[in-house]
C-alpha cells in the first residue's frame, strides 16, 4: 500500500491507523462518487482513488475548517498565512525553530509546550472569540495548539479547548501539505447537515460507494455522547434503502466497547457481511488503551 495521508485534524479516534485494514474492503470499481455523511478529519476519503467525493458532517466548524483548508492552491500559501498568527502570537513553532528555552524545557520535561503557550495561547483564543467574522486560520491554529487538538465550543459559541501540551511541528505541515494536493487532484463537495437530512436530500446510483462511520452507540467520547438508539436504528433504515437500490456501503462500528454490546448493531448486522478488524479505541478523556470488537460491514462481496 501506498504511504498514507494523515488528515491535518488529527482527530482523536479518526480510522487512520485502521486504514491499511479499511481501504482493502472497499470495491476496485472507482467510477462513481466516494461519499461520507459523517466526514469527520477526512482520514479516509484522503486515501481513496475516487475522484469525486460528497462529504458531509453535522459539525459546521468541521465543514468550514474543511472548505477553507482545501480552498489553498499551495501549501506554501496556506503556511504563510499560517505563520503570521504563530509569530503574532509568539508561540512554538518546532517545525522550524527548536531552539526552546532550557530551563523551561528542564523544569517542565513533559509539558514545556504547554507552559511556554499557554499565556499567548488563551490570548489568541479571546480575540478569536470577540471577532463576529471568525478567522479561520486562528481556528485551525487554536486546534492544533490545543488540548488533544479538540474542536469544541461551548452553548454560547465560544471555542473553549485549553492549551495543550502540542504545537505546529513537522507531522502538521506534512499533513497539511498532503492534505492540499489531494484536494486539488479531486472533485471534492462539502455539506453541513444531520445525516438524515444529508440521506434524503441527495441521490445515490450504483456506482457510488457510500462510507459510513457514525458516532458509536456503546461509546463515551465527546463525539459520541449525543447519539441514540434512534440514530442507530434510522441509520439503518437508510442502509436497508441504499442496500434496495443496489448500492453498495461500508459501514465502520462497534460491536463491544468496555462490556457493553451494541444488540441493534449485533443483530442488524446478521444481513450483510461482516468482517473483525484489530482496535484500541482511546477516548479523548481518558488516555488508557480499551479493547474494543470493531467491525466493518459491507453489502457486497470483494
Not at 88 to 100: P, R, T
Not at 157 to 172: A, K, L, R, S, T
Not at 206 to 226: G, M, Q, R
Request: proline share 3%; aromatic share 14%; charged share 25%.
Amino acid at each position: 500500500m501506498e504511504k498514507l495521508n494523515r488528515s491535518p485534524f488529527f482527530y482523536v479516534g479518526d480510522k487512520y491507523k485502521l486504514l491499511k485494514q479499511l481501504l482493502p474492503l472497499f470495491p476496485e470499481n472507482i467510477e462513481g462518487r466516494f461519499v461520507e455523511p459523517f466526514v469527520g478529519g477526512g482520514s479516509v476519503y484522503l486515501n481513496t482513488k475516487y475522484k469525486n467525493c460528497l462529504l458531509n458532517d453535522s459539525n459546521e466548524h468541521v465543514v468550514k475548517l474543511h472548505k477553507f483548508l482545501s480552498s489553498f492552491k499551495s501549501v506554501e500559501v496556506l503556511m504563510s498565512e499560517a505563520e503570521k498568527i504563530i509569530k503574532k502570537y509568539n508561540l512554538s513553532y518546532s517545525y522550524k525553530i527548536q531552539d526552546f528555552d532550557q530551563k523551561l524545557v528542564n523544569k517542565f520535561p513533559k509539558t514545556y509546550f504547554a507552559e511556554m503557550n499557554r499565556e499567548n495561547y488563551l490570548a489568541l483564543r479571546t480575540k478569536f472569540n470577540k471577532n463576529q467574522d471568525q478567522n479561520l486560520m486562528e481556528l485551525y491554529i487554536l486546534m492544533i495548539y490545543g488540548f488533544n487538538r479538540m474542536l469544541r465550543f461551548n452553548s454560547i459559541g465560544e471555542f473553549n479547548i485549553p492549551v495543550g501540551n502540542v504545537d505546529f511541528n513537522e507531522n502538521v505541515f506534512n499533513a497539511l501539505d498532503s492534505y492540499v494536493k489531494v484536494n486539488k487532484s479531486k472533485n471534492v463537495k462539502f455539506s453541513t447537515h444531520d445525516f438524515k437530512d444529508f440521506f434524503s436530500n441527495n441521490t445515490f446510483d450504483s456506482k457510488d460507494l457510500i462510507y459510513v462511520d457514525p458516532p458509536y452507540l456503546i461509546s463515551n467520547s465527546e463525539y459520541n455522547k449525543y447519539w441514540t438508539e434512534d440514530d442507530d436504528l434510522t441509520l439503518y433504515d437508510e442502509l436497508d434503502r441504499l442496500n434496495d437500490k443496489k448500492i453498495k456501503f461500508v459501514l465502520s462500528n462497534v460491536l463491544s466497547h468496555k462490556g457493553l454490546e451494541n444488540k441493534i448493531l449485533k443483530q442488524w448486522s446478521k444481513k450483510y457481511n461482516l468482517q473483525h478488524i484489530s482496535s484500541n479505541y482511546i477516548s479523548y478523556h481518558d488516555n488508557s488503551q480499551k479493547k474494543s470488537k470493531e467491525v466493518v460491514i459491507t453489502n457486497f462481496n470483494l
